[in-house]
């Protein structure tokens, strides 16, 4: 019975982490750009937060995160557009 001889740790082992240390910098992280999906608001504001909700720090509305980056998205894409060069 050679195959349960394996060379890997024990489990204990690999699931060990190393614990953060008193003089570690523990900033927010990367932040996101969102746009306010409320018509009247569009407030464009960087996100820190890891969740899938966000609050609107102007009109505190509860905006969905994936769908205010894509608002984000599709207003910088409008105003790169012809249409709003032309005029």
Do not use: I
């Not at 489990?11 to 008193?22: E, F, G, I, M, V």
């Not at 409320?38 to 720090?57: D, H, I, L, N, T």
């Not at 509860?62 to 249409?83: D, F």
């Amino acid at each position: 019975m050679s195959f349960y001889k394996s060379r890997r740790l024990p489990r204990s082992a690999r699931r060990s982490r190393k614990p953060l240390q008193d003089n570690w910098v523990r900033g927010p992280g990367r932040g996101t750009m969102l746009r306010c999906t409320y018509m009247k608001c569009s407030y464009e504001w960087e996100y820190f937060g890891r969740r899938k909700w966000a609050k609107c720090p102007a009109c505190h509305s509860v905006v969905r995160v994936a769908l205010a980056k894509k608002n984000l998205g599709y207003h910088q894409r409008a105003l790169n557009s012809k249409e709003f060069k032309n005029e």
